[in-house]
C-alpha cells in the first residue's frame, strides 16, 4: 500500500526545545518537501530535496533543519531558532522531473506552548 | 518574486449552485498548475494543468488554464455538502520541481 506517512500526527512541546518530525514515502518519488500551513495563508514551502544527499531552502527555512540521507525519508527538525513554531505541517513527494502531482502526507499538528 | 493568488479567499454557496474559483500566477519559468482539495488534513489531487485552453473534466469539477492571462479557474456545478473544502491551487516552476501555492479558498456549501 504505497503513500506518505508522517509522525506524529500531533505534538506538543515546550519553548526552546528541538524537535523532529518524521516523513516516510514508499512511492520511489525522488522529490520530497516540507510545506507549513497556517490558517488563511495556504502552504509555504520550508525544504525540499529533489535527491538524496541534496536538499534547497524553501521561502521560509529560517528556524528549521533537514537531511535527506535516504530516499525514502526526509525528516524536519524545528529548532528553538524557529519564532513561531506553532503550525500544522505537511509532507509531500513527487516523482520529479516535471511530473507535476505532489503526493500529500497527513499532516503533523506541532503546539508549542 | 513568484506568487500565486487566489479568490475569492471565501465562499458560501447552497446545494445546486454553480461555483468559480480563480488562480493567478506571477512566475519564472512556469511549468505546470495543479489543483488540489483539502478536507480535514492532506491535499488531494484534482488537475495538472499544462497547455493553454484544454479543459480537463472530472464529474462535476472542470478547470482550464489560460497562459496569457497567467490564471486558471476551477468550476464546480451542482455543488454538494461534500464539496465544502479549501481548494488550493499550486504552480510548478523550473526544473526544480518547486512549487508555490495560493492561499486557498475556502468553500462551503450549505444543504
Known amino acids: 500500500d504505497g503513500g506518505i506517512t508522517q509522525s506524529p500526527k500531533y505534538l506538543f512541546r515546550k519553548e526552546g526545545q528541538n524537535v523532529t518530525l518524521s516523513c516516510e514515502q514508499n512511492l520511489n518519488h525522488d522529490a520530497m518537501y516540507w510545506y507549513r500551513q497556517d490558517p488563511g495563508q495556504g502552504l509555504r514551502l520550508i525544504y525540499y530535496s529533489q535527491i538524496v544527499n541534496d536538499f534547497q531552502k524553501g521561502d521560509i527555512a529560517e528556524g528549521y533543519s533537514v537531511s535527506r540521507e535516504k530516499k525514502e525519508s526526509f525528516p524536519l527538525t524545528v529548532t528553538s531558532a524557529q519564532k513561531n513554531p506553532t503550525a500544522f505541517y505537511l509532507c509531500?513527494?513527487?516523482?520529479?522531473?516535471?511530473?507535476?502531482?505532489?503526493?500529500f502526507g497527513p499532516g503533523t499538528r506541532l503546539t508549542v506552548t | 518574486e513568484d506568487k500565486v493568488v487566489q479568490s475569492p479567499l471565501s465562499l458560501v454557496v447552497h446545494e445546486g449552485d454553480t461555483v468559480t474559483l480563480n488562480c493567478s500566477y506571477e512566475?519564472?519559468?512556469?511549468?505546470?498548475l495543479l489543483w488540489y482539495k483539502q478536507e480535514k488534513k492532506a491535499p488531494t489531487f484534482l488537475f495538472m494543468l499544462?497547455?493553454?485552453?484544454i479543459e480537463k473534466k472530472s464529474g462535476r469539477l472542470s478547470s482550464i488554464l489560460d497562459k496569457k492571462e497567467l490564471s486558471s479557474i476551477l468550476n464546480i456545478t451542482a455543488t454538494q455538502t461534500g464539496d465544502s473544502a479549501i481548494y488550493l491551487c499550486a504552480v510548478e516552476v523550473g526544473n526544480f520541481n518547486k512549487f508555490y501555492f495560493g492561499s486557498g479558498t475556502k468553500l462551503n456549501v450549505k444543504p
Open positions: 509531500a513527494s513527487s516523482a520529479g522531473g516535471g511530473s507535476g502531482e505532489q503526493y
Open positions: 499544462t497547455s493553454s485552453g
Open positions: 512566475v519564472t519559468n512556469f511549468r505546470s
